[in-house]
């Protein structure tokens, strides 16, 4: 063997990802193009709930294989803060009106869970975008006041998929960068 193809035996074997310099930085360029994917998918997020759920899409950067993915899955069963109680929108029984009538409205009290599923907010509201991605079945209150369900929009899916194809495309173009300047 020459000294050229020694040498270009030498830099091959440092672009391998048993190296574990290069495996740090192909994990960093990872991260980086699932930081920059994630934001289209937040945004989309902020047009389906109002309680800052956008916190809730996640990325994850594997730790055996080179790769990653965006979610929207509860954390490690850690719960944030809580955003205050919004106020009651109905008046009670005992209010009338001049003429003596109730006024209209639900007077049913809220539950102690509807006030908890009321205070969720940012990273903990991430049951809410997959019902919303999801949908729901049709539900019924004791079996015969119906309460509806909610149709299935599939916004993570479209906007992820987008999202992550182009995040590939910019893995690739930066993994090439980083394979030209190393080999140099």
């Known amino acids: 063997m020459d000294t050229i193809e020694l040498e270009n035996n030498v830099k091959l074997d440092r672009l391998l990802t048993i190296n574990p310099e290069m495996e740090k ?3 960093r360029i990872v991260r980086q193009v699932l930081i920059a994917a994630m934001d289209p998918v937040k945004q989309a997020a902020d047009r389906q709930s109002t309680r800052q759920a956008a916190q809730a899409v996640r990325k994850a950067v594997y730790k055996k294989i080179l790769g990653g993915s965006l979610s929207i899955l509860d954390g490690r069963g850690r719960a944030g803060s809580r955003a205050p109680l919004p106020p009651v929108r109905h008046r009670l ?3 009338t009106n001049r003429k003596g009538n109730h006024r209209g409205g639900n007077r049913m009290p809220r539950s102690r869970r509807t006030e908890d599923l009321l205070t969720y907010q ?5 049951f809410i975008l997959r019902f919303l ?7 019924r209150t004791n079996g015969i006041r119906n309460v509806g369900q909610i ?3 599939h916004w993570f899916e479209d906007t992820s998929h987008r999202s992550l ?3 590939a495309e910019q893995f690739d173009k930066l993994l090439d960068a980083l394979i030209a300047k190393e080999f140099k």
Do not use: C, H, L, M
């Open 151 to 153: 149709a299935a929009r």
């Open 165 to 167: 194809q182009y995040a």
């Open 93 to 95: 029984v005992t209010e």
């Open 25 to 27: 930085k192909v994990r």
């Open 133 to 139: 991605n999801s949908g729901t079945p049709k539900r």
């Open 122 to 126: 940012g990273k903990d509201a991430a």
